[in-house]
């Protein structure tokens, strides 16, 4: 299935002669998704928005949930989003990362390609580290602690002492630390790349085999991890984070992403009548059987187990199976829908496409700031419906502030070649 993928970007990437945007590098970059005739590819430039809008979501309902609960309300539901979204998307996110890596690399050369990198993803991890990211956990300071010794004094603590929390911008910081490793393997072992594009793109006619070799692959490097580090540690270093136990996921993800946009041969699966699009009822099939184990899982160490917040070894390891499976399965199946699907017309995913890298950047401030306002207010007669209202505001208005404030900022010269 990888396979298919990796034909399929290749195919966009091929036929329209030209780089097309880093899903969320790109964001970075704040570029437009384009061919080399200058043609907007509409699938990639939607599926970028429209995981842009998952992390907002997500990012809406964590304290209205059963584990993430930081308020009186809260929705069983929302712990059904939390695990969808948890479960693919930053890996999905460095896939598509991945794709465009190594055609820049060859048109560019290392040096102009890690200036540009330090550029649309160092200088944002820097900006939302020091400023965007004390600022939102400021929030949550005051909650827990009332207004203390003031917003200075806690962006010192901060920054010499911390915990330096960098929020959902750690995925600026590890996807500059994989294109530094990228540029890094282009100089010294350009042909293991290679090698990887041309594995997964061996049989485009049967995207089920590329698929295969992608999940038996997610699996060897996820769940040794998983099984040692557990499912909650994160490793961290100052403002740099990521997740123990997904580093090599992450790192498997980015680097089938680069070797696809490697190879440079037929990828007419990245069409929209190619065999991965054409195939989307089996990935989403697929999609729906693992995220089915995954829930299951869930209500079982809830409701079963002595002690949920210790599961037994044996629970971990098939927990681990079911997500790495399910993020494969989803991330495939997300890619082929919008090939399918989301590839001409006009969309409402449109409007938010310039602004995206923005939003991603600049929301979490809105959100831990309306989360702060709302704490402990009752909205209607119910917990439920109160847990409701609270994500629906937090959304409506964080998605609001930072797409204004994304606007804003790009109108100031130099800030839009950024965001």
Known sequence: MLNRLIRINIRAIQHAGARMAVIVSSLAEGKRTVTAAGARNAAF???RTFIILLVLIHHSVIPYTYYGQTDRQWFLFFDAVVTFNDSFFMAAMFLLSGLFTWPSLQRKGVATFLRGRWLRLGLPFAFGAVCLMPLAYYAVELRHSGSGAGFIAFWWKTVTVGPWESGPIWFLGVLLAFDMLAAVVYLVAPGSVEAIGHVATAKLENPAYAFCMFLAASLVVYMPLDHHFGIAQWFTLGPLAVQ??????????????VGIGAVHADSSLLSPGGELARRWPL??????VTYAGLIGLIYYKREFLPDPNNPPQGWDNVHAFFFASFSAAQTINLLALFLKFENSGSSILDRLRESSFGIFLIHYVPVLWLQYALFGITLAPNSQATAILKALIVFVLALASSWLATLALRRIPGIKHVL
């Open 244 to 257: 123990s136990d997904r580093i090599l996921l992450y790192l498997l993800y980015f680097f089938v992403g």
């Open 45 to 47: 430039d939607r599926m």
């Open 283 to 288: 990935w989403l099939a697929a999609t729906i």
